[in-house]
């Protein structure tokens, strides 16, 4: 069974910053087209960003494009979200996800096969 481990959430003002890193633990697990996902109090689960295997290509939900970043260290098989200017609305626990194989969608939870507990993310006005 995959385990992918969130870590660097925490609380921050507005306007801060934070970076989440995501990495397998247990068995050897080569990260795959990964994306990252939010969950706020009361409501569903909600796409963020996505990155290719590779890297070569990314998507970002249009309210947080030019405040996040979602990259990937290959060498090290670690994923990461940049979070700047970080707003009151952004509160929510952060997830990432893997998916096995590139497919057409990839803003639905049904697109991804793995999942991490989630880090939250606490952004105070």
């Known amino acids: 069974q995959v385990q992918l481990v969130e870590s660097g959430g925490g609380l921050v003002q507005a306007e801060g910053s934070l970076r989440l890193s995501c990495a397998p633990s247990?068995?050897?697990?080569?990260?795959?087209?990964m994306g990252w996902f939010r969950q706020a109090p009361g409501k569903g689960r909600e796409f963020v960003a996505y990155?290719?295997?590779?890297?070569?290509?990314?998507f970002y939900l249009d309210s947080v494009k030019g405040r996040f970043t979602i990259s990937r260290d290959n060498a090290k098989n670690t994923l990461y979200l940049q979070m700047t200017s970080l707003k009151p609305e952004d509160t929510a626990v952060y997830y990432c996800?893997?998916?096995?194989?590139?497919?057409?969608?990839?803003?639905?939870?049904?697109?991804?096969?793995?999942w991490g507990q989630g880090t939250q993310v606490t952004v105070s006005s």
């Open positions: 990155i290719t295997r590779s890297g070569d290509r990314t």
């Open positions: 996800a893997a998916a096995r194989i590139l497919r057409m969608s990839i803003r639905g939870v049904n697109d991804y096969d793995y």
């Open positions: 247990g068995r050897t697990f080569s990260l795959p087209h």
